[in-house]
Each structure stands twice: as C-alpha cells, then as structure tokens.
C-alpha cells in the first residue's frame, strides 16, 4: 500500500530512551486501525544521544561532592539539554546544528520512502522537543538564517526549492501537535516575540497543556501571532483512576500526555483525515 502521510515524534527533555516512543506508537496504531496505519511513515526522532554522552560524563565528575543525587541528575539531565541546545548554537558542531541535522537527515529518509512524493507531515513534539522543532522551522523559513543547519551551504547537491529541499524545510507540514511545551521558557525574556509563519495555507497548531504542568504551558498568550495560529486545548494529563491520584494533578503529569486520551483521540482523528 502506498504511502500517503507521515507523523513524526519528537521527545523531551532529560534522560530519553530511545524507545521514548513507544506507547504513543502502540495506542496511535490501535486507534486508527490497520488499514490507515499500512498508509502511514512513522519516524521519531531523537537527539538525545547528541548530549547523554557529555552530561554523564560532568555528571560523574562531581559524585562524591554532591548530596540529592536523583534531583541532581534530573536537573542536571534536563535542563543541560534545554541549555545545551542554546549555548553557542550558531557554531557548526554544536548541539543545536546536529540536531538540525539529524532533522534534515531524517525528513529526506521520509522523502524517499514516500517515493519522493511531498505528503502531508504531521509532527507530535513533547516538551523541549516543541522548541527544537519549532527553530528548525523558524530557521528554514528564514532567508539568513544565523544558527543552525540552514546558515550554511549544504554540499549535497539538493537545490534550492526542488521538491527535496521544499520537503526538508517542512514546507509539507500539515499539522503540529505540542504537548508539554515550553517555548515559553526561552522566548519570555524578549520584547518581541514571533510564531513561525504557517508552513502551508491549511496548517494548523495544536498545543496541550496541564495546568498542574509547571513545564507545559499554554502558547496563544505568547503574542498575536501566536495566538492567530496556536489552539490551546487544556487536558488533565494522567488522568484515570490510577493517574488522577498519583499524576495528574501534579508536576509529574509533564509525562503523561502521550496515553492522554484526549491526545491520542485528537491526533487519530487528524491521522485518518489526512491519510
């Protein structure tokens, strides 16, 4: 059967499995069922690997020295990737550019698979992932871009605006769903702060948040333009008899959304609309 839509995840902050995917695949495949799931290109993302390497490594350095070690390490773990990924990001090299990189490696592995067709994308991205794949939009939008991989001549022979590069810029990007987001974290500081401008005419934004989240937070309030192209929908994240008295009403739902029904329920319905 052939190809016709492609939905891409991409994970969070902290010490991320590279499996992290994994109930989200399962419930997503369950739902929308076998004949449109044969229709879909799965592919997550992960840069994890780009940073786990390096803050282990500080991470060790300072046992002996240091008491809260399982706080610590979550500090340390998640929010050196939040860091990480600013710090110096205009430098080829650095954590920002690979992750940039792997992105664009992955959406020509998609372009090829799908018979180098430009199909509709959708994007689920948790938490610190709605910042990384929101400035690997901003910069391919940009014509200068200052960071990342689109600052620099690409020696692979894709020319401008062919069907390849128009697919790797995300020009296909039908819908992205937020979940956790904290774009709020990096942006809050400026004057002026500016959405990514609608990849295509029919896109649309789709952000969850818990308001017992203290890292997921809601994104129209932003800045106009955020609030022209951002719907915020609030859910009780971990939800159910279980997750209501041990996650849900707390910081620890930031970890919840991808078994939320509400999220799968939305994003299955937007899967079979599109496919």
């Known amino acids: 059967m052939p190809k016709t839509i492609a939905l891409v995840t991409i994970h969070g902050m902290g010490d991320t499995a590279g499996d992290y995917y994994t109930e ?9 069922g076998k004949d449109t799931w044969e229709k879909v290109i799965f592919k997550p993302l992960y840069y994890q690997d780009i940073l786990q ?6 991470f060790n350095r300072m046992r002996g020295q240091i008491d809260w070690m399982k706080l610590r390490e979550f500090l340390l773990y998640g929010f050196s990737d939040a860091g990480s990924l600013e710090y110096k990001k205009e430098a080829v090299g650095s954590p920002y550019f690979l ?17 180098q067709q430009e199909i509709p994308v959708i994007v689920i991205a948790h938490s610190l992932g709605g910042q990384v794949i929101s400035s690997y939009i901003w910069d391919a939008q940009k014509p200068s871009p200052a960071a990342g991989i689109w600052s620099v001549p690409r020696a692979d022979g894709v020319a401008d605006e062919s069907p390849r590069d128009k697919f790797r810029r995300m020009r296909s990007l039908q819908r992205l769903y937020t979940t956790g ?28 948040f818990d308001e017992d989240d203290v890292l997921g937070w809601p994104l129209r309030p932003l800045s106009p333009s955020y609030e022209n192209l951002v719907e915020d929908f609030s ?11 041990l996650k849900s009403w707390n910081p ?5 959304y991808w078994t939320d029904g509400d999220v799968i329920g939305h994003l299955s319905s937007t899967i079979k609309q599109l496919a």
């Open 24 to 32: 989200i695949y399962d419930a997503i495949k369950k739902s929308i």
């Open 53 to 58: 390497n390096n803050q282990e490594a500080i």
């Open 99 to 115: 992750t940039q990189q792997m992105i664009l490696q992955s959406m020509d592995e998609i372009f090829d698979e799908a018979g």
């Open 181 to 208: 987001c904290n774009i709020p974290i990096f942006v809050s500081g400026h004057k002026k702060i500016e959405a990514i401008s609608p990849p295509v005419s029919s896109f649309k934004w789709y952000n969850f």
């Open 235 to 245: 859910v009780n994240a971990g939800g159910g008899v279980i997750g209501s008295i």
């Open 252 to 256: 620890f739902s930031h970890g919840q």
